[in-house]
C-alpha cells in the first residue's frame, strides 16, 4: 500500500448544516446537466473505472475517536455495496455492531443482541452505506445523479437518489476530482435529519484511491473522527467478515 502522491485535499469545508445546507437540497431541478462527465473525471481521479469497478467489497480497518475524544474504538468496516454494510466498533469494555443488508437493518452489541432498526435509523444505515460505497455508487447510480447548478466555489455538486426519501450530495473538489465532502438527508424524518462527513488523506490502494481520514457531524456538530489505518480489497473467508464478539 502507497500514498498516491499530490491527493492531500487542501480544501476546507464550512459545516452549517441547520437550516442551511441540507435544506437547500433539491431533486426538482427544471434543467438536467448531464452529470456523467463529473462521474468520468471522479472515476479516473480515484484510479480509473476499470479499477474501480473490479473493487466488489473492501475492509478498513481504523481507529473511531467520538467528539471531543470522549471515547476511543478500533472500528472495522466491510462494504459490500450500497445495499450491504457490516460496522463493528471496538471500545474498550463494550462494543457496537451495525449490519445492513437489502434495506433491512440491525444494530446490538454481539450477534445474539441484534435487533432490527427503522425509520430514521435504518435510513441512517443505508446513506452511510451509500456513501462509503462512493465512487463506485455514481457509477452504478448514473440515472439517479443530478448535477446541481450552481456550483458552490471550487466543488462541483452531485445529489443520488438511493431510496424514496433519502438523498445523498457529494461535494468534488473541481482542482483533482476527488469526493471531499458529501451530506445525508432522510427526508421522511419528523426534523429534516442530516448527516455530513468530510474526506482527506487520500491515498492508493492497489491502484484504488481511498480516503484515510473522516469527520463526521449531525446539525453542523462534530460528532467523530476515522482514522483508517489499513484497507483490504475484495477480502475472502475470514477477512470478509467481522470480529463480532460473542455472547450477549
Do not use: C
Amino acid at each position: 500500500m502507497q500514498q498516491k502522491k499530490g491527493l492531500r485535499t487542501p480544501l476546507i469545508m464550512t459545516v452549517a448544516l441547520a437550516g442551511s445546507a441540507l435544506p437547500a437540497i433539491s431533486h426538482a431541478q427544471s434543467v438536467r446537466p448531464d452529470p456523467g462527465p463529473v462521474v468520468d473525471r471522479v472515476l479516473e481521479a480515484y484510479g480509473g473505472g476499470d479499477a474501480v469497478r473490479s473493487v466488489k467489497s473492501y475492509r478498513q480497518e481504523g481507529m473511531l475517536v467520538t467528539s471531543r475524544g470522549a471515547a476511543h474504538g478500533q472500528v472495522y468496516r466491510i462494504s459490500d455495496g450500497p445495499s450491504k454494510l457490516s460496522i463493528l466498533v471496538d471500545y474498550p469494555g463494550r462494543s457496537e455492531v451495525r449490519l445492513l443488508e437489502n434495506g433491512v437493518a440491525w444494530r446490538g452489541t454481539s450477534p445474539s443482541s441484534l435487533t432490527p432498526v427503522d425509520g430514521p435509523l435504518q435510513g441512517a444505515m443505508a446513506l452511510q452505506a451509500a456513501r462509503i460505497a462512493l465512487p463506485r455508487l455514481l457509477d452504478d447510480l448514473r440515472a439517479e445523479t443530478t448535477l446541481v447548478e450552481p456550483s458552490e466555489e471550487g466543488v462541483t455538486l452531485l445529489d443520488v437518489r438511493v431510496g424514496e426519501d433519502l438523498l445523498l450530495r457529494v461535494y468534488v473538489e473541481e482542482a483533482t476530482s476527488l469526493i471531499v465532502r458529501t451530506e445525508s438527508l432522510i427526508e421522511s424524518a419528523p426534523a429534516m435529519v442530516g448527516f455530513a462527513t468530510d474526506y482527506s488523506d487520500h491515498r492508493s490502494v492497489d491502484g484504488v484511491v481511498f480516503a484515510f481520514r473522516e469527520e463526521t457531524f449531525a446539525s453542523g456538530h462534530r460528532t467523530a473522527t476515522s482514522i483508517i489505518e489499513s484497507v483490504e480489497l475484495n477480502p475472502e473467508g475470514p477477512r470478509a467478515r467481522l470480529p463480532i464478539p460473542q455472547g450477549n
